[in-house]
């Protein structure tokens, strides 16, 4: 008899045994294909997602603490020959009127219809574009249980002026809060899952028109995201396009006339000068930099008077003495005769450094005086105090409110006199290199720079403008394609994930499988003595019980394969319908590569 009609009377003599190694192969098998599937699918369905969140977008610029000119878009589109878009992407709250339900993570974008052409539809979710009205998207919907008709509070944050841990930030309100119809729901094709983040579960998306956004938060025409479509070359490419549309608004930078000849003055809404805006500046001939900063004591023989400006100039190229030391300082007449201090004396000035921690902490520094000058001609120049939020627009001293605590009460009625007299006129001056050295911080070093009057506004704004780099103002484009391309390639391979997860289920399966097995051959003893007195040899007879032993393994192995994609499918319907919390709105389908 042949060797495989022996094998296949075995498997029908024995099939009792055989069906239990069969079971345990098929379910070591189910669990095997079952793992790898789910991670096949699993995988596969964050590529999807991936594409989702970013649509048909290309290059995205985002700086959360940044704002740009709106119109910066249209004029990189124009460069490019592709679609650009801007945006004002916030962080926020949202919630339902009564407090029932509340998102503390919310994502709040201003867009136009513009935005939306680049979704995955190319369309905008319905209702998009009322006046009043807000979209939602699957996630926010289902958190906090609304739907079209419903009303939303949100609590949006607003793009600070200035950095909110600088120690000249303004202590104005830093969120706007408005309540608003709910107008549509916007699903993964109309951008509903939209995000820069690559992994990460989906978020809760809040959609309003830009300009809607724009007027809550009082920043008309701004945006702190530029979206650039597919078609664009590369990164290189985007970024060229970016330098040459780039202008001195899109940096938060303005140049000021000062009037009487004074020439220009170059300014920043965050008050400090970025370091790169400051270097590019000084580079221009005849430009001078300047350092202000609000004091909170000038103190001399045991006379104090509090919240002071004090400006620190170079020297040689201002009304200062030409050899003026870093240990010396200049006073005006009002704060000598305050004081009762004249050239020789030692003043202290006490001031705000940022410290550790981002926290404010008080220093102080001793000066000689070297001469006292009247408040008139360049002494008596208010415009060397930049726009400081809180401080500079305020009538009464007793409304400043610059971003850290002051003790109001201090203010003397001789103090809010030189106020309504002179505004932010500096009562004393130091040299620029003594300024920064005690108030240089990593935002930058200097509060202006100034320009000669003979120079043109339009010469000054072309210099800068060819010197600032875009990147350093937020303005990075970074490919998402890529970036997600990136992820999917260095990410988690779920499938030996899961199959470590089911590890012990397999082992056990197997082990389980080895015991029938020898159970198996124990029971057939007297067969093995009858094969060898026929002939035999032990070589024989073991390759004749792994072919047997090969067939019900093979057969265990696609009855579980079949079995493995049926848990796969289980699985993947559950972690869409009762495990939803854990998967989100990930929309998951059984997909299996080859190698599973």
């Given at each position: 008899?042949?060797?495989?009609r022996?094998v296949l009377?075995g498997?029908v003599?024995f099939?009792?045994t055989?069906l239990?190694?069969l079971?345990?192969a098929?379910?070591?098998?189910?669990?095997?294909?079952?793992?790898?599937a789910?991670?096949d699918?699993?995988?596969s369905?964050?590529g999807?997602?991936a594409k989702a969140?970013?649509?048909r977008v290309?290059?995205?610029?985002?700086?959360?603490?940044?704002?740009?000119?709106e119109a910066?878009?249209s004029d990189?589109g124009?460069e490019?020959?592709?679609?650009?878009?801007s945006?004002?992407?916030l962080a926020g709250?949202?919630?339902?009127?009564d407090?029932?339900?509340?998102?503390?993570?919310?994502?709040v974008?201003?867009?136009?219809?513009a935005?939306?052409?680049?979704?995955p539809?190319g369309?905008s979710?319905?209702?998009?574009?009322?006046?009043?009205?807000?979209v939602?998207n699957?996630?926010?919907?289902?958190r906090?249980?609304?739907?079209?008709?419903?009303?939303l509070?949100?609590?949006?944050?607003k793009?600070?002026?200035?950095?909110r841990?600088s120690?000249?930030?303004?202590?104005a309100e830093?969120?706007?809060?408005?309540?608003a119809p709910?107008?549509g729901?916007?699903?993964a094709r109309?951008?509903?899952a939209?995000?820069?983040?690559v992994g990460?579960?989906p978020p809760?998306n809040?959609?309003?028109?830009?300009?809607?956004?724009?007027?809550?938060?009082?920043?008309?025409g701004?945006?702190n995201a530029?979206?650039?479509?597919?078609?664009?070359e590369?990164?290189?490419a985007?970024?060229?396009?970016?330098g040459?549309?780039?202008?001195l608004?899109d940096?938060?930078?303005?140049?000021?006339?000062?009037?009487g000849g004074?020439?220009w003055?170059?300014?920043s809404?965050?008050v400090i000068?970025?370091p790169?805006?400051a270097?590019?500046?000084?580079?221009?001939?005849?430009?001078?930099g300047?350092?202000?900063?609000l004091?909170?004591?000038?103190?001399?023989?045991?006379?104090?008077?509090?919240?002071?400006i004090?400006a620190?100039?170079?020297?040689?190229e201002?009304?200062l003495?030409?050899?003026?030391?870093?240990g010396?300082?200049?006073?005006n007449?009002w704060?000598?005769?305050?004081?009762g201090?004249?050239?020789g004396?030692?003043?202290?000035?006490t001031?705000f450094?940022?410290?550790?921690?981002?926290?404010?902490?008080?220093?102080s520094a001793t000066f000689?005086v070297?001469e006292?000058?009247p408040?008139?001609?360049?002494?008596?120049?208010?415009?060397l105090?930049p726009?400081?939020?809180?401080?500079t627009g305020?009538?009464?001293?007793?409304?400043?409110?610059?971003?850290?605590?002051?003790?109001?009460?201090r203010?003397r009625?001789?103090d809010?006199?030189?106020?309504?007299e002179?505004?932010?006129?500096?009562?004393a001056?130091l040299?620029?290199?003594?300024?920064?050295?005690?108030?240089?911080n990593?935002?930058g070093?200097?509060?202006a720079v100034?320009f000669?009057a003979?120079?043109?506004?339009?010469?000054?704004?072309?210099?800068l403008?060819?010197?600032?780099?875009p990147?350093?103002?937020?303005?990075?484009p970074?490919?998402?394609?890529?970036?997600a391309?990136r992820?999917?390639r260095?990410g988690m391979?779920?499938?030996?994930?899961?199959?470590?997860?089911?590890?012990?289920?397999v082992?056990?399966a197997?082990?389980?499988m080895?015991?029938?097995?020898?159970l198996n051959?124990?029971?057939r003893?007297?067969?093995?003595g009858?094969?060898?007195?026929l002939?035999?040899?032990?070589?024989?007879?073991r390759r004749?019980?792994?072919?047997?032993?090969?067939?019900?393994?093979?057969?265990?192995g696609i009855?579980?394969?079949g079995?493995?994609?049926?848990?796969?499918?289980?699985?993947?319907s559950?972690?869409s319908t009762?495990?939803?919390d854990?998967?989100?709105?990930?929309?998951l389908?059984?997909?299996?590569r080859?190698?599973?």
């Amino acid at each position: 008899m042949k060797r495989p009609r022996l094998v296949l009377r075995g498997l029908v003599f024995f099939h009792r045994t055989h069906l239990g190694a069969l079971g345990t192969a098929a379910l070591a098998a189910a669990v095997v294909v079952a793992a790898l599937a789910v991670g096949d699918s699993v995988r596969s369905g964050l590529g999807d997602f991936a594409k989702a969140r970013t649509g048909r977008v290309r290059f995205a610029a985002h700086a959360p603490d940044r704002l740009w000119r709106e119109a910066l878009a249209s004029d990189v589109g124009g460069e490019l020959d592709v679609p650009v878009t801007s945006a004002l992407l916030l962080a926020g709250t949202a919630s339902r009127p009564d407090g029932t339900a509340r998102i503390a993570n919310a994502q709040v974008l201003g867009v136009s219809e513009a935005f939306f052409a680049l979704s995955p539809s190319g369309r905008s979710p319905p209702g998009f574009g009322s006046e009043d009205g807000v979209v939602v998207n699957e996630v926010a919907a289902s958190r906090l249980g609304i739907g079209t008709g419903d009303r939303l509070v949100l609590r949006v944050e607003k793009p600070a002026a200035t950095p909110r841990d600088s120690p000249l930030s303004s202590g104005a309100e830093s969120t706007a809060t408005f309540t608003a119809p709910v107008v549509g729901v916007a699903d993964a094709r109309e951008f509903g899952a939209f995000s820069l983040r690559v992994g990460g579960l989906p978020p809760a998306n809040v959609y309003l028109p830009l300009s809607g956004l724009q007027a809550a938060v009082s920043e008309p025409g701004r945006a702190n995201a530029l979206f650039v479509g597919s078609g664009a070359e590369d990164a290189e490419a985007v970024s060229r396009a970016l330098g040459r549309c780039f202008r001195l608004a899109d940096a938060g930078l303005s140049l000021r006339w000062l009037g009487g000849g004074r020439g220009w003055q170059l300014e920043s809404r965050r008050v400090i000068l970025d370091p790169p805006a400051a270097a590019a500046a000084r580079k221009t001939e005849g430009a001078v930099g300047v350092l202000t900063w609000l004091v909170n004591d000038i103190e001399a023989h045991g006379r104090r008077t509090p919240y002071s400006i004090v400006a620190a100039l170079p020297p040689r190229e201002t009304f200062l003495p030409d050899d003026l030391a870093s240990g010396e300082i200049v006073i005006n007449t009002w704060l000598a005769e305050d004081l009762g201090a004249g050239p020789g004396d030692e003043v202290v000035l006490t001031y705000f450094v940022l410290g550790e921690s981002r926290r404010l902490e008080e220093e102080s520094a001793t000066f000689e005086v070297r001469e006292v000058v009247p408040i008139e001609g360049p002494a008596a120049d208010r415009d060397l105090v930049p726009v400081l939020p809180g401080l500079t627009g305020t009538e009464d001293c007793r409304d400043w409110d610059p971003g850290f605590d002051l003790e109001l009460g201090r203010i003397r009625e001789k103090d809010e006199a030189y106020w309504d007299e002179h505004r932010g006129t500096p009562k004393a001056f130091l040299s620029l290199a003594a300024g920064r050295e005690l108030w240089g911080n990593r935002f930058g070093s200097l509060t202006a720079v100034r320009f000669p009057a003979k120079r043109s506004k339009p010469a000054i704004e072309e210099g800068l403008e060819a010197r600032l780099d875009p990147g350093a103002f937020g303005l990075m484009p970074v490919d998402l394609e890529e970036t997600a391309a990136r992820a999917r390639r260095e990410g988690m391979d779920f499938g030996t994930l899961f199959l470590g997860f089911s590890g012990l289920l397999v082992a056990a399966a197997l082990l389980l499988m080895g015991l029938v097995t020898a159970l198996n051959v124990e029971m057939r003893r007297e067969e093995i003595g009858t094969l060898r007195a026929l002939g035999f040899t032990d070589g024989r007879t073991r390759r004749l019980f792994a072919a047997e032993h090969a067939v019900v393994a093979l057969l265990g192995g696609i009855l579980g394969a079949g079995l493995g994609l049926v848990l796969a499918a289980a699985a993947l319907s559950a972690l869409s319908t009762v495990w939803s919390d854990v998967a989100g709105s990930l929309a998951l389908s059984v997909v299996v590569r080859p190698g599973t």
